[in-house]
Structures are given as structure tokens and as C-alpha cells.
């Protein structure tokens, strides 16, 4: 009895701003990565300018007209016609959004949508959490759809204690290290401080947005061109939308832009996001010539402390699995999942199962010869006793 609808300008997404940020803030499982904030600045900085690409976002209102759910979607042309989530590329989770405990109801809404649709060939959904809606529901029996997931990369996360106060959870966490990571730790930032002025602490004013992103762009720059890489904010658009996001995002009282000043001069930066009950760490920037300071590990220390004293569940370090991360999360981690569906009895399924095969195999590749890069630099003690990359956190 659901209505099911389809908006494909760039008004209707914007007419959608208040119920769908109502919808993600009442669905337990909507990430940042869901947010209207996040993938509005991704549509207008990247996604509305690939060539082929429609938005697609497929709406389900109950019978009073209520938005009950959400997939935020766009079609794309190359070889066939592919749906898949916007902020493809830039996301680290990816999923529908639905009202709480009408999850399986939203997802069969959406896949009944698809099966009726001949306006696609392969729908792909990539990079879905655990705990995901659109992963804990696949298709049923009752669809003339066929699909598979495919295992993709880790999440190494950090779950927090649940003692009563933030400083009990805090001595607890810190419980869970070795006392020489807890003295290096300390360590270290005694050192910063005997050598500099230093500040250390978090963004959560607009008016300095514009001045500490453009920071965090040259240095996350500087530290990948010692490997001849632009690194992944490199680019111009690239920026533009990290800029917009940040900016929504702070209004909306979710971005935690972490920095360690140095005589009132930035050298470290971590860009993360506070939603719903976690923190995630999405990219850093460091100043490469103060490596052997290791201010990526002085900078997540009070990254961590801060969730722990806003009260979030854990810290989510997202996808990659990174020497750095292992050592924080002492090997804890999830694994994101990748869905193809298509029509039964078409062959698409086969042909969109290859070229995945084809682009993992690839990404592998690249990700060994990263972690070789990595092996290859200086650094810290601590760096060097926990195997953490020169600069990172």
C-alpha cells in the first residue's frame, strides 16, 4: 500500500531536505554517508558532472504521505545501465534509510521497484556495513531478481567501555594498551609541548572551515607527494566538495575537524564526522618534516578522548586496513559487502560478477603496493614498535 516514486531533478532533491534529514536522524543505522548534508555536496561538486549520470533517488511514503524511506541512488550509462548510490567513490558506507523497524518493508519496497523497472540492467551496491538495512535484506523469493555479494574490505573499529562516567570509560580504554603505547603516547605529546606553543583540539566554528580544510588539503598533499601520489583530496572538485560537506556539516553539529596547532601554525589534522552514537575517522594530514613526533598518534589520542566524552559508542576508523588502525583497534574490524542485482534469466549478473572480480583484483594490487610504500618510510618510536606509518595517526 506503499507509494513509491522516483525524483530525478536536482529541485526535487533539494525540496527533500527536511524530510530526509528527519528520516536519517530517526534510522539508527544512517551514517554520515547518508546524510542530506553529504551527498547534496557530492551530487553538485561530483556527481552531476560525470558524464551519463541521472539522479535516481527512489522515495516510499506510507499511506498518509509520510517519508518512510529512502534509497539515494543515481543511474549511470557505459556499456549497460547501472543504479547504484550516490557518493559512490568518496563513501565509505552505503545504504537505504527507513523509519525504525520498517526496514525490511523499505527494502522490499525498493527491490519491488527494481523488479518492475526497465529503466537499468545491474544494480550495484557497493560498500554496505554490516548492520546495514539493505545487506540484512536481500531480495526474496517473491521478486524476479537474482543477485550476490561479494566480501570487501575491512573496517577496523574501536568500541568504547560502557562504565558510568566519560572518565571511567576513558582510564578503561586505556586499559586495553600496553603500558609502552600509554607512555609514548604521553610522551610525545610532553615533547611537543617542551619544544612549542602548543593547541590541540577541534573545529566547530564555520567561520574557520574555509582556513583549516585548506590546511588539511596541503598537507595531506605534501605528505603523499613524498611517494610521487597526488593523494586523494588532490583534486579541485575534490576539494570544492570536502569544503561544501564540511561546512553543512558543521552546521549540523557533526563534523569534528581535529588539529594540532604548532606556534600557531597547523601541522596535524583529522577530518571526522560525529553521527548518531559513533565517531568516524575519514582522512588525515600531517606535516611530514615533524614525523618522528608522531603527531598522527598525539592527534587520535584526542580524537578518542573526545568521543568518549560525547558519550559515542565507538570509534570507526572506515575502510582500509592499515598497519595504524590494526594497532588502535587491536585487530577489532567489520567488513563492508558489495551487492549486484539484475533481472532473472538475463545475463547481466554474469557480466557485472566478472568486471567486479576484474576491479578487485586490481585494487588489491594497488593496496599491496601501498602498503610496500608504507614500509619503505621513517618513523617514529612508536611508529616503528606498532608498524604505524610515518605521519599517521
Known amino acids: 500500500m506503499w507509494q513509491v516514486d522516483v525524483v530525478t531533478e536536482t529541485r526535487g532533491f533539494e525540496s527533500l ?61 557505459s556499456l549497460i545501465s547501472r543504479v547504484s548510490f550516490l557518493g559512490t567513490g568518496v563513501s565509505d558506507y552505503h545504504d537505504v534509510i527507513a523509519e525504525p523497524d520498517r526496514g525490511r518493508q523499505v527494502c522490499a519496497a525498493i527491490y519491488g ?17 554490516e548492520g546495514s538495512l539493505l545487506r540484512a535484506n536481500p531480495p526474496g523469493k517473491g521478486f524476479c531478481l537474482v543477485w550476490q555479494d561479494f566480501e ?20 578503561a580504554l ?42 588539511l588539503f596541503e598537507l595531506h598533499r605534501r605528505r603523499w607527494n ?17 569544503r561544501r560537506a564540511a561546512r553543512e556539516l558543521v552546521a549540523r553539529g557533526a563534523l569534528r575537524l581535529h588539529y594540532i596547532k604548532l606556534d600557531g601554525q597547523y601541522q596535524a589534522l583529522l577530518y571526522c564526522f560525529a553521527f548518531h552514537d559513533r565517531t568516524c575517522y575519514y582522512q588525515g594530514g600531517f606535516e611530514p618534516t615533524l614525523a618522528r613526533l608522531s603527531l598522527g598518534s598525539v592527534l587520535t589520542a584526542s580524537a578518542i578522548r573526545q568521543a ?12 582500509g586496513d592499515e598497519p595504524y588502525k590494526q594497532r588502535w583497534t587491536q585487530g577489532q574490524a567489520r ?59
Not at 561530483?46 to 539522479?55: A, C, E, I, P, W
Not at 521497484?113 to 556495513?129: E, G, M
Not at 559515542?312 to 576508523?317: G, N
Not at 533481472?343 to 601501498?370: N, P, V, W
Request: proline share 4%; aromatic share 12%; glycine share 6%.
Open 17 to 77: 531536505r527536511a524530510e530526509w534529514t528527519a528520516l536519517v536522524d530517526r534510522c539508527p543505522q544512517a551514517t554520515v554517508f547518508q546524510s542530506f548534508e553529504w551527498l547534496y555536496a557530492w551530487w553538485g561538486e561530483l556527481g552531476s558532472r560525470g558524464l551519463g549520470r541521472s539522479l535516481h533517488l527512489v522515495t516510499v511514503r506510507d499511506d498518509d504521505g509520510t517519508l518512510v524511506g529512502l534509497a539515494p541512488m543515481m543511474k549511470s550509462r
Open 113 to 129: 521497484y527494481l523488479s518492475s523497472s526497465k529503466s537499468w540492467q545491474i544494480a550495484d551496491f557497493s560498500q554496505l556495513r
Open 152 to 171: 570487501l574490505e575491512r573496517c577496523p573499529y574501536l568500541p568504547f567501555p560502557t562504565e558510568p562516567t566519560a572518565d571511567a570509560n576513558w582510564q
Open 174 to 215: 586505556l586499559k586495553q594498551y600496553s603500558r609502552k603505547m600509554r607512555s609514548h603516547i604521553g610522551y610525545y605529546e610532553r615533547k611537543l609541548r617542551a619544544l612549542y606553543e602548543v593547541d590541540i583540539g577541534y573545529i566547530d566554528d564555520e567561520r574557520m572551515i574555509d582556513e583549516a580544510m585548506s590546511a
Open 226 to 242: 613524498k611517494r610521487w601520489l597526488p593523494g586523494v583530496l588532490g583534486g579541485a572538485s575534490m576539494q570544492q566538495f570536502h
Open 308 to 319: 568518549v566524552e560525547e558519550g559515542r559508542s565507538e570509534f570507526d576508523f572506515l575502510r
Open 335 to 393: 567488513f563492508n559487502a558489495r551487492r549486484l542485482v539484475a533481472k532473472s534469466g538475463t545475463a547481466y549478473l554474469a557480466f557485472a560478477t566478472l568486471e567486479c572480480r576484474i576491479a578487485s583484483a586490481i585494487e588489491m594490487r594497488l593496496k599491496e603496493f601501498m602498503h610496500h610504500v608504507y614500509s619503505k618510510e621513517p618513523r617514529s618510536r612508536l611508529a616503528s614498535a606498532s608498524q604505524e606509518p610515518e605521519g599517521e595517526a
